[in-house]
């Protein structure tokens, strides 16, 4: 039996959620996960359901004295309306309930979007609010909610943004391990931007931290690793897998404009463009973040490496061959 206290988290059959609901399991606290399909999920309590799920949201948290809502409509294409709906409501009906059952601490996954490109390297918590997408809006959205309930003073609420997450288990950067080592990856602009990763067991560290320090009550963190220009992430990520970096280049503008046109052309059909003008902005935006606000309150220290991040999330890609067999 365990005396640490219940817990609940939303998404747990996604990789960041389940990731931390396996970490808080092994730590021996009561895991009540939320899930919309059932799931094999060791010493997980599974609630069937979604974020407009009344019933299943108000048993998911009854009784927690934590809940971590990491569950999100992501980058998948949908209108403004819907990932409002989803990531905006479904988080303001989730606070509301949380209070009413007397959770003592919710802790809010959003992302660094919210900041969009950021103007001075590195940006921090307080950096302008530019977010650039649907999804992108919605998750600021959900963290004035999150504001509104911090106001009320009934339960303490954290919000997390993540840099760019990855690890064994993550499927988000396999396209670009795949078109490396098919020699096909090509630069979209010169590769300067920053680009700012996280390894998954980093930001489980950050979660945990949120869940259990008292300064955290109130406030906002980012939680990343290192970050660096994008031609030294990507050639890092060549390195792992035993190929040369990639020095092809082709022009922002040119590309660009082709994503436009291809837009234009798949709407009427109903297709999912091949080219999308939001997927470039990977090569464009600059994601440069200061964790020193974590690091000062929360006691945060990342541990792992972008080198060896990598060399684990290869391993991985190629045990469930994902990925094949290479030099790296």
Known sequence: MTNK??????????????????????EGHVVR???RAPLPAPGIELVQGDLSDRTAL???VEGADTVFHVAAMYRTEGSAEEFMAVNRDGTRMLLELAEAAGVRRFVYCSSIGVHGSVAVTPGDENAPMDPRDPY????????????????RGRMEVVIIRPCGIYGPGDTRMLKMFRMLQRGAFVFVGDGSPNFH?????????????AMTVPAAAGETFIIGGD?????????TA????????PRRRLPYGLMNAAARVCEALCAPL????PLHRRRLTFFKHNRAFSTEKARRLLGYRPAVPLPEGFRRTVAWYRETGLLPPGRG
């Open 58 to 60: 108000a048993r998911l």
């Open 238 to 245: 060549a390195r792992a897998i035993g190929v040369e970096p």
């Open 270 to 273: 109903g297709i999912q463009p």
């Open 33 to 35: 996960g939320l899930a």
């Open 136 to 151: 992108q809006d919605s998750k600021l959205a959900a963290e004035e909610v999150c504001h509104e309930a911090t106001a």
């Open 227 to 235: 970050y660096l220009p994008l031609r030294d992430y990507v050639a």
């Open 197 to 209: 990763p996280v390894f998954i067991d980093d930001l489980v560290q950050g979660f945990m931290l």
């Open 5 to 26: 206290p219940t817990v609940a988290v939303t998404g747990v059959s996604g990789f960041t959620g389940g990731a931390l609901a396996a970490r808080l399991a092994a």
